[in-house]
């Protein structure tokens, strides 16, 4: 059973560019979060989706960002019109439904360069 | 809000010290608890959780954490840190009514050799 996937490893894009990030979440899990990592700080929360559904984006910029979790296929957070300061960590985790034992695992991350 | 509560964001040892990371959460339903590692470098790994039972839970490299539901908290312990304990520790809660999962800010522990 492989872990949760995250696509590109690394990704360099200039200024004013799209960057899209994907997450492939573990077999059966219908629970995604997308976590920013800033050097230096912490872990910041930016989205919750379920299959075809935002739960909660209270963590998301309110421009450029977006995410989905289509019915097939990976969750997308997508970049738009990229700047320096989104230069940062992109974590994604995933769960299946809670039903007492739920825990997230984590992908390798995805480590956005803006240049 | 329910949040997680991290009390410390930085927190320095000497090697053979003893460890203690608080984290408090606001919320009185049910609840799972975790806590993550971060080494340099790496992704987030869980090292312990705690579902249900014995409140004190054991988790890999000789952590163990123990939930106090009065408290609210789950706070990690080791009696005897090593250099290679050096990483970001991550407190996070699953509550029952939100089927979500959040994570508290974090703390970074430096372990001197």
């Known amino acids: 059973n492989a872990g949760v996937m995250q696509n590109p490893r690394h990704l360099v894009r200039r200024r004013g560019q799209e960057a899209r990030l994907r997450c492939s979440p573990m077999?059966?899990?219908?629970?995604v979060y997308w976590y920013r990592q800033l050097p230096e700080e912490g872990l910041k929360f930016m989205v919750y989706?379920?299959?075809?559904?935002?739960?909660?984006e209270s963590g998301m910029p309110k421009e450029r960002f977006s995410a989905e979790f289509p019915k097939e296929g990976p969750s997308i957070l997508r970049i738009q019109q990229v700047v320096r300061g989104d230069s940062a960590a992109y974590f994604c985790?995933?769960?299946?439904?809670?039903?007492?034992?739920?825990?997230?695992?984590f992908g390798q991350g995805t480590r956005l360069t803006v240049v | 809000a329910q949040s997680v509560s991290q009390h410390n964001h930085h927190v320095i040892l000497s090697e053979a010290a003893s460890l203690e990371l608080g984290c408090n959460y606001s919320y009185g339903g049910t609840v799972n608890l975790f806590w993550y590692v971060q080494y340099p470098g790496q992704h987030l790994q869980l090292l312990l959780k705690?579902?249900?039972?014995?409140?004190l839970v054991k988790g890999i490299k000789g952590f163990e954490a123990e939930f106090i539901k009065s408290k609210f908290s789950f706070n990690l312990r080791k009696p005897s840190v090593q250099w290679s304990d050096t990483a970001e520790y991550f407190c996070a809660v699953w509550m029952n009514r939100d089927d979500k999962i959040i994570f508290g800010k974090g703390t970074r522990l430096h372990i001197l050799p």
């Open positions: 077999k059966g899990h219908s629970h």
């Open positions: 989706l379920q299959k075809e559904n935002i739960i909660d």
């Open positions: 705690y579902f249900s039972g014995d409140p």
């Open positions: 985790a995933s769960s299946w439904p809670g039903q007492g034992n739920t825990e997230a695992f």
